[in-house]
């Protein structure tokens, strides 16, 4: 009889290596179905209440939907969403007029922003603000 014990450690090497391929394959796979659904929501500014349906929107407001790093364009302004830090929304605002290609950063409190902010002549109200996105409130003739 042989009372070797055999080696172990091959299965358990090829299970572990096989469990990390599928772990990343499956990672990767839904990194980029998020980044397409991502690119195929490509548009400047995402309307969700025009007509004033919802309480508390009057025909003259504009329910809109900034996505993180995308630009959304107001006119004569463009807005780039930066994300929340320490409790302030951070923006880039480029004021077409004066240049084009030069953002201005903006960083207001949530606090004033729910209260109602200008961006280049622009009146804003914040209705809530994440990592990823920032719902606000324009008034396009205010």
């Given at each position: 009889?042989?009372?070797e014990p ?27 179905a998020m ?58 605002v480029f ?48």
């Amino acid at each position: 009889m042989n009372d070797e014990p055999g080696l172990k450690w091959p299965p358990i090497l090829f299970f572990t290596m096989s469990g990390i391929v599928f772990s990343l394959s499956l990672y990767l796979v839904a990194t980029s179905a998020m980044k397409s659904e991502a690119r195929a929501n490509v548009g400047n500014v995402h309307v969700a209440s025009a007509a004033g349906t919802e309480s508390g929107i009057d025909e003259d407001q504009v329910r809109v939907i900034l996505r993180r790093d995308e630009k959304n364009s107001f006119g004569k302004v463009d807005v780039i969403y930066r994300g929340i830090e320490n409790d302030q929304i951070k923006l880039d605002v480029f004021i077409l007029d004066l240049d084009p290609n030069y953002p201005y950063r903006r960083e207001i409190t949530c606090r004033q922003a729910k209260e109602g902010f200008r961006l280049g002549g622009l009146h804003f109200e914040l209705i809530s603000a994440g990592r990823a996105k920032a719902k606000l409130v324009w008034f396009p003739q205010g």
